[in-house]
């Protein structure tokens, strides 16, 4: 396994001594409003003081710079080919909020071996940004891509909606990741739900499920509300957090960003961006060694 510089040794290819919280987004299935909370909870927490860069890690269906209405020129292909680093395709978005773009369209990026994925991930220690949080959008579903970025994060959320589909593939999910990767702690947001009390019962459904047959610790972040503003926030390109502020949904997602930035960092099981590197390389030597 390749060895990365120990921050402590003073040897951080990043010259960033922060801790940092790297967070996958996740969902056993499409259509769940994933991406879409992805981006408003990091330009929440942009707009809170931290300084956050959001990965589009859906290889193949990238679409996280359409919603913010960018057109990159490049992105992790790009990166994948040696022809960019990450700080040379990164995007400025609003409020502070970075983004390094993925690859829309391109079937080579949708089809990466674990070592692909892995030089996507290991191109991290090009970066030269002082971060607070990575948050990592990943692709719906369970493929080998999806599963190795979400191993590697030190936090796991996972978006359900009030659809019999997305319960069952999140429970699938979370099964998954437990039964055979050990995962044992997950949190959940019940988004597009039409009350508070749908939201909670959504949560209670699935946690009744998972305390039944695995052992896990679900911890419930909050339930985002149905919201039409996003249908138009999504049409005008804008994120809904700054198109409609004080919308139901606007005000939900900042809460859960209020939660999410006072949870405990780790300082000694993956505080770094060094850590998220070196655990996706530990992976890939695992199967290359199987």
């Given amino acids: 396994m390749h060895k990365l510089p120990n921050p402590a040794d003073g040897m951080n290819p990043m010259n960033n001594t922060n801790p940092v919280r790297v967070i996958a987004v996740a969902s056993g299935k499409g259509g769940v409003g994933k991406t879409n909370l992805s981006v408003n ?164 459904k699935l946690s009744k499920v998972t305390d039944h047959y695995l052992e896990v610790t679900l911890r419930f972040l909050g339930p985002v509300l149905f919201d039409e503003n996003l249908r138009r926030s999504v049409q005008k390109q804008t994120p809904l957090v700054i198109s409609y502020p004080v919308s139901k949904a606007s005000l939900a997602i900042r809460l859960i960003a209020k939660k999410i930035d006072a949870w405990p960092i780790n300082f000694h099981s993956g505080s770094y961006i060094e850590f998220f590197i070196e655990r996706m390389i530990q992976y890939d030597s695992q199967v290359g060694a199987s």
């Fill in 41 to 204: 909870l990091g330009i929440s927490l942009a707009q809170m003081g931290r300084k956050v860069v959001l990965l589009d890690a859906d290889m193949g269906l990238a679409n996280v710079d359409i919603l913010l209405g960018m057109y990159p020129q490049f992105n992790l292909s790009h990166v994948l080919s040696g022809d960019k680093t990450l700080n040379e395709i990164m995007l400025n978005g609003p409020d502070g909020l970075r983004v390094i773009p993925g690859a829309s369209g391109i079937q080579k990026m949708s089809e990466l071996s674990t070592l692909e994925q892995t030089a996507v991930v290991h191109a991290f220690s090009t970066l030269d940004q002082d971060l607070d949080v990575l948050i990592v959008d990943t692709a719906a579903g369970i493929s080998a891509g999806v599963i190795n970025f979400v191993r590697a994060c030190q936090e796991v959320i996972v978006v359900v909606c009030d659809e019999p589909t997305s319960l069952t593939d999140a429970y699938a999910f979370i099964k998954l990741l437990n039964r055979d990767y050990g995962l044992t702690n997950f949190h959940i947001i019940t988004n597009m739900v039409k009350t508070i009390e749908q939201g909670e019962a959504l949560f209670r």
